[in-house]
C-alpha cells in the first residue's frame, strides 16, 4: 500500500510561504546536480497528491503541485462539492470536509507509489490522526521572519526517526519516520 508522506520546502525559521503565500524566495540559492537529484528521487515515488483547494475551486496557472512536473492525481479538500477538473494529464478531484477520504483515495490511486500531502493545514490535520509514514523537508539557508508556518498549530507531540539527512549546495535535505 502507498506511503503518506508530507514533503515541503521550507526556511530555516519554519515557513513555507511568505505572509502572502508568495514562494518566490525558494529560488536563486546555489544549487549542486545532488541536490537536484534528492528531489528528483522524492518525485519519482509520487503516486498522488493531496492538498487544499483554493477559494474559488479553480486550478490557476502556477497552482498546480510541484510546477507540473508530476501527471499523477491531485485530491483537493474543500468545504463545497465541486466536479473533477481535468487539466492536461492531471485530474483534480475534490473531497469534501473529509481528510480520511481523501488519502486514502490518493493512497488507493497512487498504489504502492506514495501519496504527497501538501501545505501546513493538510500535513498537520493528517499528523493529529495518525496517517502520516514519513516527512521530507528541503531545508533553504533563509530566515523569512514572519509567513506561513508548516507544523505552528499542530495539536499533538509527534516524535521522529531520523531517516536520512544530505546537504550539498544550499539546501538540507532531512528525512524522517513518524513514531507517533
Same mark, same amino acid.
Given at each position: 500500500?502507498? #506511503?503518506?508522506?508530507?514533503?515541503?520546502? $521550507?526556511? *530555516?525559521?519554519?515557513?513555507?510561504?511568505? +505572509?502572502?503565500?508568495?514562494?518566490?524566495?525558494?529560488?536563486?540559492?546555489?544549487?549542486?546536480?545532488?541536490? %537536484?537529484?534528492? $528531489?528528483? %528521487?522524492?518525485?519519482?515515488? !509520487?503516486?498522488? &497528491? &493531496? @492538498? @487544499?483547494?483554493?477559494?474559488?475551486?479553480?486550478?490557476?496557472?502556477?497552482?498546480? +503541485?510541484?510546477? @507540473?512536473? *508530476? #501527471? =499523477?492525481? $491531485?485530491? *483537493?479538500?474543500?468545504?463545497?462539492?465541486?466536479?473533477?477538473?481535468?487539466?492536461?494529464?492531471?485530474?483534480?478531484?475534490?473531497?469534501?470536509?473529509? !481528510?480520511?477520504?481523501?488519502?486514502?483515495?490518493?493512497?488507493?490511486?497512487?498504489? /504502492?507509489?506514495?501519496?504527497?500531502?501538501?501545505?501546513?493545514? !493538510?500535513?498537520?490535520?493528517?499528523? %493529529?490522526?495518525?496517517? $502520516? /509514514? %514519513?516527512?521530507?523537508?528541503?531545508? &533553504?539557508?533563509?530566515?523569512?521572519?514572519?509567513?506561513? +508556518?508548516?507544523?505552528?498549530?499542530?495539536?499533538?507531540?509527534?516524535?521522529?526517526?531520523?531517516?536520512?539527512?544530505?546537504?550539498?549546495?544550499?539546501?538540507?535535505?532531512?528525512?524522517?519516520? =513518524? *513514531?507517533?
Amino acid at each position: 500500500m502507498a #506511503k503518506v508522506f508530507i514533503h515541503a520546502t $521550507v526556511t *530555516l525559521d519554519g515557513f513555507m510561504a511568505d +505572509p502572502q503565500g508568495g514562494v518566490d524566495w525558494m529560488f536563486g540559492f546555489p544549487s549542486d546536480p545532488r541536490d %537536484e537529484k534528492v $528531489v528528483e %528521487e522524492v518525485c519519482q515515488k !509520487i503516486g498522488a &497528491v &493531496v @492538498g @487544499g483547494a483554493n477559494k474559488t475551486q479553480t486550478i490557476e496557472d502556477g497552482e498546480t +503541485p510541484y510546477g @507540473g512536473m *508530476l #501527471k =499523477v492525481p $491531485v485530491f *483537493l479538500m474543500t468545504h463545497s462539492a465541486h466536479e473533477p477538473i481535468q487539466r492536461g494529464d492531471v485530474t483534480y478531484a475534490f473531497v469534501v470536509d473529509d !481528510i480520511m477520504q481523501a488519502v486514502e483515495s490518493a493512497k488507493h490511486a497512487a498504489g /504502492d507509489q506514495w501519496v504527497s500531502l501538501l501545505g501546513g493545514s !493538510i500535513s498537520r490535520q493528517c499528523l %493529529e490522526r495518525g496517517l $502520516v /509514514d %514519513e516527512i521530507q523537508l528541503d531545508v &533553504v539557508p533563509l530566515l523569512l521572519g514572519e509567513g506561513i +508556518p508548516l507544523f505552528a498549530g499542530l495539536r499533538k507531540r509527534i516524535r521522529l526517526e531520523r531517516l536520512e539527512t544530505s546537504a550539498f549546495a544550499s539546501e538540507t535535505h532531512l528525512r524522517y519516520r =513518524v *513514531l507517533s
